[in-house]
T-cell receptor, first 114, second 114 residues
Framework: AQTVTQSQPEMSVQEAETVTLSCTYDTSESDYYLFWYKQPPSRQMILVIRQEAYKQQNATENRFSVNFQKAAKSFSLKISDSQLGDAAMYFCAYSPNTGNQFYFGTGTSLTVIP | KAGVTQTPRYLIKTRGQQVTLSCSPISGHRSVSWYQQTPGQGLQFLFEYFSETQRNKGNFPGRFSGRQFSNSRSEMNVSTLELGDSALYLC?????????????FGPGTRLTVT
């Protein structure tokens, strides 16, 4: 069974600084997809970034980038130049290439300190 | 494009009753997935419907069922409600093919069972 682990229940970062959120996953498959979603207090889940496992290049989206280590089954999210609006619960998710279901980690609550 | 909508947003039911939740996906999306979110268990996959057929199913009892209509709108039904069914129910829509596409989430339905 696929499992996704986020070992940091809470993180904090000073505004304009950089923070890295950790995620590891367990799978026996070689082809899959990984995602980071953000859930602000309003509760609407928003996609932050997406990574295809067969691509070695790490995905980036503006201030957000990932460090994808396939062999280590690690998928961390780096947020640069943190802004107050980045404060939210961040979820790491895994989706197999054999189905459309997502398996989520337990989330990391990020606080941005002004 | 309008986003994913869910109705109702809030619901209070009594143990033993049944409930039906509705989800309207983004126009053109053929896949609808349902998730249960609780503080204790996090986000758990319930099932996914694609072109009116259940394509994937999570590990939930048969009291949880769903269906999808020809316009891709989906309903989720929970029969014989238990206190532990109190949760935020999220639906997410995606193109459905190819696999691995982003899922767009609705705001959720907050179900309270008393």
């Amino acid at each position: 069974a696929q499992t996704v682990t986020q070992s940091q229940p809470e993180m904090s970062v000073q505004e304009a600084e950089t923070v890295t959120l950790s995620c590891t996953y367990d799978t026996s498959e070689s082809d899959y997809y990984l995602f980071w979603y953000k859930q602000p207090p309003s509760r609407q889940m928003i996609l932050v970034i997406r990574q295809e496992a067969y691509k070695q290049q790490n995905a980036t989206e503006n201030r957000f980038s990932v460090n994808f280590q396939k062999a280590a089954k690690s998928f961390s999210l780096k947020i640069s130049d943190s802004q107050l609006g980045d404060a939210a619960m961040y979820f790491c998710a895994y989706s197999p290439n054999t189905g459309n279901q997502f398996y989520f980690g337990t989330g990391t609550s990020l606080t941005v300190i002004p | 494009k309008a986003g994913v909508t869910q109705t109702p947003r809030y619901l209070i039911k009594t143990r033993g009753q049944q409930v039906t939740l509705s989800c309207s996906p983004i126009s053109g999306h053929r896949s609808v997935s349902w998730y249960q979110q609780t503080p204790g268990q996090g986000l758990q996959f319930l099932f996914e419907y694609f072109s009116e057929t259940q394509r994937n199913k999570g590990n939930f009892p048969g009291r949880f069922s769903g269906r999808q209509f020809s316009n891709s709108r989906s309903e989720m039904n929970v029969s014989t409600l238990e206190l532990g069914d109190s949760a935020l129910y999220l639906c997410a829509s995606s193109l459905g093919q190819p696999l691995g596409n982003e899922q767009y989430f609705g705001p959720g339905t907050r179900l309270t069972v008393t």
